[in-house]
């Protein structure tokens, strides 16, 4: 701890440049869970998954590690370019001593913002500012984070819930065929999700199901 804190207390520009990249890394650290579910892709892509298990009602199949992950690497493959600006604009500079930390935090969250206002509602946008009292921003690095931050959250779970209920369609038919059948039949006491799992499962297998369910996410950023 004597350590540490020496760091901060040294006059050596290099153990003051150490710690201050101690300093970012634990707040970048810190706060990765909430920057990775609110100003990326991932929220639509696990809510959209989810409607997908949720659809076939196949219970826990995917399990949550499989679905998660899947989201995990899409949401870096989508963000890749976002994520490379960040580092050359803002990281490299700062740790080369070109640029304060103020200045390296303004240069990292321009590309957050343009990405985000992208696949921001000007409806969802208004209701924060309105709300806050802020003045229309005249480019979207005007915008503050605390504003575009939420709107681009509920905009995103609106567009997963869109994109769900789409999912969700085809799979009720076949629950409405297979019940009227049963009940046609008189059966009324067997459950038809247990007869029509099997062919949502194969609809689903038939029609390629992840990869359409994959495209159509990669094609809606």
């Known amino acids: 701890m004597n350590e540490f804190m020496q760091l901060f207390n040294s006059g050596d520009p290099a153990n003051v440049s150490t710690s201050i990249r101690l300093i970012l890394l634990l707040t970048v650290l810190s ?11 991932f929220a639509r892509i696990v809510i959209v998954l989810s409607f997908v298990r949720t659809a076939l009602a196949t219970q826990q199949m995917p399990p ?5 992950g899947l989201a995990l690497f899409m949401t870096f493959f989508i963000m890749a370019p976002t994520f490379q600006e960040v580092n050359e604009v803002a990281l490299t500079p700062l740790f080369a001593e070109e640029i304060n930390l103020e200045e390296a935090y303004d240069l990292a969250a321009s590309p957050f913002k343009e990405f985000m206002s992208e696949h921001t509602r000007q409806k969802d ?3 924060f500012l309105d709300y806050a009292g802020i003045e229309k921003p005249e480019t979207i690095q005007d915008i ?3 504003a575009l931050v939420p709107a681009y959250a ?9 994109i769900g209920f789409m999912i969700f369609i085809p799979f009720l038919v076949i629950d409405m065929i297979v019940a ?8 009324m006491m067997l459950p038809p999700v247990m007869i029509s ?3 949502k499962i194969l609809l689903f297998i038939l029609v390629d199901g992840w990869y359409l369910v994959v495209k159509s996410l990669l094609q809606s950023f």
């Open 31 to 41: 706060l990765a869970p909430s920057i990775l579910i609110l100003m990326t892709c």
């Open 64 to 68: 949550n590690q499989v679905l998660i």
């Open 125 to 127: 946008l208004a209701l």
């Open 144 to 146: 503050p984070l605390t």
């Open 154 to 162: 509920i905009s995103e779970m609106k567009t997963a819930f869109q």
């Open 180 to 187: 009227s059948i049963l009940m046609s039949m008189g059966m």
């Open 197 to 199: 799992l099997p062919f």
